[in-house]
């Protein structure tokens, strides 16, 4: 167990070479402070739980060219302005499943704001078998694709959205394509499971499902690539849409 209390301090601070942990938990809980800090060397994690309870804080940052793989890990996020997985300048961020087949998960806890489970902000993101939560603060994302990100795929995963203004995927550039996903939409006019901004260039989905009960959208898409919907559902209760497209 690894815990990083002080403020601006690391668990794991990586500056060439790669780190794979095995069941390790790691509790952040000092301001800007991370569990694991990758400089210059690939991440590995399988199973174990990041706690982040500390403001500004991040369960993994990636700020090298590199990779992180998480299967079956748990990030809880306790604290606002704070993210699950942080890439700055990671190639390639993936989630999927752990040994036993133990899911990722992404948990965004009541009263936080401003955070999200993966940002990333360069390459590419690519999530299977993985839960997102967000809970009943405002501007939080499952995962948000910042300008810079090339591309986004999500399968066999899901996305539960509470609060306001949050989404389960924000992508603010880049392409997402999406298949056999469940998206949940709660409570808010202002929620949507997939935000597409219009500086994207595409949004594809094959075989999603989307609930969208008391307001919010399914699919909000103001982006300037194509929307490219198959076998898609969507379930529309109180009031909604299923898809808003500009």
């Known amino acids: 167990t690894f815990n990083s209390r002080g403020d601006g301090t690391n668990g794991v601070k990586l500056t060439g070479g790669s780190i794979?942990?095995?069941?390790?938990?790691?509790?952040?809980?000092?301001?800007?402070?991370?569990?694991?800090?990758?400089?210059?060397?690939?991440?590995?994690?399988?199973?174990g739980t990041f706690t982040i309870s500390g403001g500004s804080s991040n369960g993994i940052v990636m700020n090298a060219g590199k990779t992180v793989t998480s299967n079956g890990t748990a990030f809880n996020i306790n604290s606002s302005t704070s993210n699950g997985i942080n890439n700055l300048a990671g190639t390639k961020i993936s989630t999927g499943l752990g040994t036993g087949g133990t899911r990722?998960?992404?948990?965004?806890?009541?009263s936080v704001n401003n955070s999200n489970g993966l940002y990333s902000k360069n390459g590419a993101v690519e999530v299977s078998h993985s839960d997102f939560t967000t809970g009943n603060g405002q501007y939080n994302n499952g995962i948000y694709a910042f300008t810079g990100s090339t591309?986004?795929?999500?399968?066999?995963?899901?996305?539960?959205i509470n609060g306001n203004d949050s989404h389960g995927i924000y992508l603010k550039a880049g392409t997402l394509n999406t298949a056999r996903n469940t998206f949940k939409v709660?409570?808010?006019?202002?929620?949507?499971?997939?935000?597409?901004?219009?500086?994207?260039?595409?949004?594809?989905d094959n075989g999603s499902t989307f609930y969208v009960n008391a307001g919010g959208n399914g699919i909000f898409a103001n982006q300037?690539?194509?929307?490219?919907?198959?076998?898609?559902?969507?379930?529309?209760?109180?009031?909604g849409n299923g898809?808003?497209?500009f």
Do not use: C, H, Q, W
């Open 20 to 47: 794979t942990t095995d069941r390790s938990d790691f509790n952040v809980s000092g301001s800007s402070t991370n569990g694991i800090y990758s400089k210059g060397g690939d991440v590995t994690t399988d199973r």
């Open 104 to 110: 990722t998960t992404f948990t965004i806890a009541n």
């Open 151 to 160: 591309s986004v795929k999500a399968e066999d995963s899901t996305f539960t």
């Open 186 to 204: 709660n409570n808010s006019s202002s929620n949507n499971g997939i935000y597409a901004d219009n500086s994207s260039t595409g949004v594809e």
């Open 224 to 239: 300037n690539g194509k929307l490219s919907l198959t076998n898609s559902s969507f379930y529309v209760k109180g009031s």
């Open 243 to 245: 898809v808003i497209a």
